[in-house]
């Protein structure tokens, strides 16, 4: 009896064994910058697959079920270069390592909007009027204190200074005069 139960856990060990060898094999690496310091979070994807994970905090992936063949293995990461190459897996394990170089992000400029003098192509559908001033007519300005920016660009806009004294310490909100041309619920003339 002891022998039968021997066999039989065997004959399961093989057909096992036999049954993750079909699924192909993995790929595996280390993803890290030019001066070896791991990256975490990058994405490794195989192309025509859908296979992909993610690297660890020591710079560590590894994508399993892959079939054997030729594929195209990209790592990507922003502020980060991304990286691809060929790689030829088979029943084992292949290793690809990628080394990706730091890439710096450009981010749009910023623009402030308020007031009632926008050009704006749907004007009729806004709920309030608005102005819309850009980076170069803020830039122009002479100050980085955006209520001092805003002051001077709209003239309806009235940021108070505030004066601090050890008696009293308020805070004053900012103002805005009625537009003489609005009509109706936005505080003029009705």
Known sequence: MR?????????????????LAAQGGSIRGRVADPAGAPLARVQVTV????????????????????????????????GYVPQSARIVVGEGAAEQNFSMAAQPI?????????????????????????DVFTAEQMAQQGTSETSQILQALAPSVNFPR????AAKATSTPPTVRPNERCVGPCGGAM
């Not at 022998?3 to 036999?18: P, Q």
């Not at 993610?54 to 990507?76: C, L, N, P």
């Not at 450009?106 to 608005?130: I, N």
């Open 3 to 19: 022998r039968a139960e021997t066999l039989i856990t065997a004959a399961l060990l093989c057909v096992g064994s036999t049954a």
């Open 47 to 78: 192309e025509g697959t859908g296979l992909r994970a993610t690297s660890d905090e020591q710079g560590r992936y590894d994508i399993r079920g892959v079939g054997a063949g030729t594929y195209t293995v990209r790592a990507r990461l922003l």
């Open 106 to 130: 450009a981010l749009s400029p910023v623009d402030v909007t308020v007031g009632s003098r926008a050009r704006h192509t749907a004007a009729e559908e806004l709920a309030v009027p608005v």
């Open 162 to 165: 505030q004066s601090v004294t």
